[in-house]
């Protein structure tokens, strides 16, 4: 494949073949950074300059006041994911970074669900609320709202099922995740 | 005391010799302060020049450069220098002005968020929230930049807070838990390296702008054997050009013999370099037999563009001695070397760096460089813009000392050259320093020779004069079906008038047979110099690993 300097005409297959387009597989990282201004803003940054888009985000204290954890679920890119955590690791105020194995991770997200459920509707979503352990916290007239937890395919899983019925609105936390047994996140 | 004061007392303490910059509204405080700290301060004429200035001072005596702008357009015109030192791991202390605290994010005036504008090109940065933090950010700011990989540090100062009254202690310790830098090598990498190194047949010592600090222990490594030595353009002078065990520059514009060695190397031990495109060219063709040594402070560098077989994290400084030592217990067979340097030899003798002379008085670009070696007797800095005469600078000026090549290798930053040359001299008073740019170029910062002239900055700066901006032109003749699409830039301005103006010396240098003579009365001149050297215009660099072809494959 030439170089941009060069006049070759560069056509779409081989762009693709050279892996300069999206690769999608999913990874959770972890980060404990310090609680400063402009830290989250220089942890994305740095994913959006190598072409990672980041699917969810979420941030928030630790038992350390001074520390706060930002989970993130990404999709892959071109780059591999340890060029940007090693970058990430180069920022002042990163203090850990964990890319995390799937399969020893607990991951939660918290969904906001709701949904139309008038007259003879509103049996059968509660009855799917039920099986998915999902707590309605408010109810009106026409609607009902939702609240559950689980794995993000647990949340999908649920989505799909009550969508039918209606769905007003959604709201999701994003995963949080932490390593399971005695290792640290 | 002021915090602006307070800031003045942090900058004594680390020792800063002289500040780059020019003030504005948002920087008065400091500018007051400055009036009579006892610190030098250099107003520049564009904040730019002020930024390379630090960078060239930076460069030439490793000490941390610091360079001030407003707020607004003092900040954008920052923006440039703040690259690139990033890309060219140069420590730099950026301090800028910043509109009051309460005008934060309304768009008030002169209001630019440098902290946002300059995130990804900075090594870190901070805008100052309370007075409170100033001292130690300032302190903060020096230690990063200086540390690990260096780079750029800004430091973003509301206007309001730096006129704060704030009780001053001088801060003596730096903690960042999140920023601990490896500086000294895991024994065992080194032990193994030191192993692959012994039984290697075909090494080849590597090294970038990162073994500029470890010249001394390169050299020792490499002395310690015959090992075969290499450097990117910014590595230069980290071992001694003059030295049988050097094999020229690598990459693009680099010696066939360089290329070709690390073609056929069965281990490349890369120290403090990064694998950047311009010295691997076909990365999939790269080095194809050898395996890697990669030495490097900066984690993120490791494997990052070629797989490493043995990484070794830290200070080149740190491991050299070691990895040194290690080899040589091993008593490697120098003998396994011969065939090696057999070979290295006879690219040597057949492919010298060379081209074809004028018939006439026309002076060649590669003899332009040639003559300044002379002249110089190969004992300036010598700081270059970016193109064709950078090129030329960098194979036909033979370095044989570190600090004494500055140029703008990663970013490719065209007038880098004047003010950085401007910077060195500050740093290094009793040195020649030349400044090698291009007609194109040395427009791109020509105002710092108003700032040279005003504070008896000697330098002396050689205008490669070919009419165009010749890299480009370079490419648009060979890749390009010679289609010169504005690259012309005829003879304008008239550079000996725009010397004189500026208050420098300006003379015109056109015939090659007195050209030594005169580019040695133009050093013995007094005072900043510009000397217009008319050279072939259409004359190109050779070799050349033309775009996503192979080192083997180098033309010309
Ligand atoms: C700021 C900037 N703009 C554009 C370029 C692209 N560029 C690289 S070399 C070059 C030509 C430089 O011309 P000159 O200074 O006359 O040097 P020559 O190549 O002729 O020796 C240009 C335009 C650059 N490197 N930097
Ligand atoms: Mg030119």
Known sequence: MGEPGTKELLSLEELEAAGSFRTGRKHIVSILVENKPGVLTRITGLFARRGFNIDTLAVGPTDDETISRITLTLDGAVQSIDQVTKQLHKLVNVLKIRDLEPTETMARELALFKISADGAARAEVMQICEIFRAKIVDVSKRTLVAEVTGTQEKIDAFERLVRPFGLVEMARTGEIAIARGRTET | MRAVDALMECLKAEGVEVVFGLPGGANLPTYD??????IRHILVRHEAGGGHAAEGYAK????VGVAMGTSGPGATNLVTPI?????DSVPVVFLTGQVRTELLGTDGFQEADTIGITMPIVKHSVLIQHPLELPRAVHEAFHIA?????????VDIPTDLSRADIPYEPITDVHLPGYQPTTDGNQKQIRLAAKALANARRPV???GGGSIGASGELTELATSDRLPVTCTVMGLGAFPASHPQWLGMLGMHGTRTANYAM????LIVAIGARFDDRVTAKLSEFAPHAKFVHIDVDPAEISKNVPAHIPIVGYAKN????????YRALEPDPGRLEEWWHRINSWQERYPLSYDDSPDAEIKPQYMIQALYQATEGDAIVCSDVGQHQMWAAQHYHFDKPRRWINSGGLGTMGFGLPAAMG???????DTVVCVTGDGSIQMNAQELATCAQNGIDVKVFIMNNGYLGMVRQWQELFWDRRYSQVDTGQFPDFVKLAEAYGATGMRLTDKHTLVDQMKEALETPGTVVADVRVAPEENVFPMIAPGQAARDMVG
């Open chain 2, 33 to 38: 302060a400055f009036y009579d700290a006892g």
């Open chain 2, 60 to 63: 030439a005596t490793g000490k």
């Open chain 2, 83 to 87: 690259c690139d030192a990033m890309m």
């Open chain 2, 146 to 154: 200086r540390t690990g990989r260096p780079g750029p540090v800004v």
């Open chain 2, 205 to 207: 010592i590597y090294a």
């Open chain 2, 263 to 266: 073609d056929e190397a069965d």
């Open chain 2, 319 to 326: 491991i050299l001695p070691k990895l040194t030592a290690e």
């Open chain 2, 424 to 430: 060195a001299k500050v740093g290094c008073p009793d």
